[in-house]
């Protein structure tokens, strides 16, 4: 058998490969940072990794992570409901419900596991999911799972939604669902005015903050802290993944009964090893490190803000974020990646995005802010864009 199977695999990445959507991936050979090294020795900057406050190699965290393990040991080798949880775990659902300013949390592998395992506990074929058309990979895969009703509006669409929500007045509950910051053009969701339409239309609130947490908002607290709709939101999901360290896991916060109900019957939570100690002790210390100072969040506000105006300066065409996401336009997609290649030449990483993850003749460059950024890191890179942008025809 294999060998058909085989050969049409083989055909299918060929033609991927054609299509020039063959994904490679470069070999890092040194921590996560504003500079990495390379399996070839060379250096770059790196413009194009979620780490937005730059705690991917934080020395806290590594010591926090050291300690837990010398303390706990390597992993759990189970999962909550069978041998149990330790007091790290609870530690850290408290922080992250302090953080969001909600009644509880609930950690999961990732947050596509929170994403995939929110809806189908909660809803059943007599409800709504109202979903933005731009919502990340993992909602739509969670909604997929479960039996709701299904509406979706287009990125941002407050008419759209609405109507949604007139129609989903046939079901018996409804959910708006949206991402905080959409990761392709950097624009935050318009949470203000979803919880006002929720309320209209009686409808609950689900925010997925992985690219929202720690960037947006006045102290960096997430959408719901940027539009003061603390009490509004029922359901935060959200990621350890970017700015929260960079390692891996996600949770989901909010309502207690909805929490408690996930615990009972989500399955990535009820079927999926916790997370190790490890990253539950560096995940507490880093809700310290947020709590005591507000320096990385307000280095990373200034970053985005000096980058872009430069950019802007040189006659680049830039969208207007509201994250640490700057798309950069290039609307042509073989000029996306030349351009993506040929700054990587510079020592510059960003990547090049264009059809089908972004909308057709919509290609551009995706350029991700750090607060590990320093000064002379963003002037390298601005001085590489002008050049290469030049060099293409892109500036003049
Ligand atoms: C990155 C991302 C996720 C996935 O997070 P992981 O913890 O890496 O699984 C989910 N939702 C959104 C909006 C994201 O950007």
Redesign the pocket.
């Known amino acids: 058998m294999y060998g058909k199977f085989q050969k049409y695999l083989q055909d299918e990445l060929k033609a991927i490969d054609e299509a020039g959507l063959y994904k490679r991936e470069r070999m890092i050979c040194s921590p996560q940072g504003a500079e990495i090294t390379l399996a070839d020795g060379s250096k770059a900057l790196n413009f194009c990794a979620n780490n937005y406050l730059g705690l991917a190699d934080s020395p806290r965290l590594v010591e926090a992570a050291k300690k837990a393990m010398d303390n706990r040991g390597y992993g759990m080798s189970s999962v909550r409901f069978i041998c149990g949880q330790m007091d790290l775990h609870r530690e850290l659902e408290k922080a992250i419900a302090k953080y969001f300013h909600t009644d509880d949390a609930i950690l999961y592998a990732?947050?596509?596991d929170a994403?995939g395992g929110v809806f189908e506990p909660l809803l059943t074929d007599d409800d709504a999911i109202i979903s933005d058309s731009l919502n990340?990979a993992?909602?739509i895969d969670g909604v997929r799972l479960c039996k709701a009703v299904r509406y979706r509006y287009a990125n941002a669409d407050m008419d759209e939604l609405e109507k949604c929500l007139q129609e989903a007045q046939a079901q018996r509950f409804r959910i708006i669902v949206t991402?905080g910051v959409f990761?392709m053009d950097g624009n935050v969701a318009p949470l203000d005015k979803i919880c006002d339409l929720a309320e209209k239309y009686d409808a609950m609130v689900m925010v997925?903050e992985?690219?929202s947490a720690g960037v947006v908002g006045p102290t960096g607290h997430g959408v719901a802290e940027q539009f003061g709709c603390y009490g509004r939101v029922d359901i935060h999901t959200g990621?350890l993944?970017?700015a929260f360290g960079g390692a891996?896991?996600?949770f989901t916060t909010g309502r207690q009964e909805i929490i408690d109900m996930l615990r009972q019957r989500s399955r990535p939570y009820l079927f999926s090893n916790s997370i190790p100690p490890m990253i539950a002790g560096a995940g507490i210390e880093l809700f310290k490190i947020l709590e005591e100072s507000n320096a990385l969040h307000d280095k990373l506000v200034k970053n985005v803000e000096y980058f872009r105006e430069a950019m802007l300066a040189a006659g680049f065409d830039i969208k207007p974020t509201q994250s640490a996401i700057c798309a950069v336009m290039l609307y042509d997609a073989p000029l996306s990646q030349k351009f993506a290649a040929e700054i990587a030449k510079e020592g510059i990483f960003v990547t090049g995005f264009y059809y089908p993850v972004v909308p057709k003749g919509q290609a551009r460059i995706r350029v991700q802010l750090s607060a590990a950024h320093e000064k002379e890191h963003l002037d390298k890179a601005i001085a590489a864009f002008i050049k290469v942008g030049k060099n293409l025809g892109v500036i003049k």
Request: charged share 15%.
């Open positions: 990732a947050c596509f994403n990340h993992s909602i991402d990761s997925d992985s690219h990621t993944g970017k891996v896991g996600g």
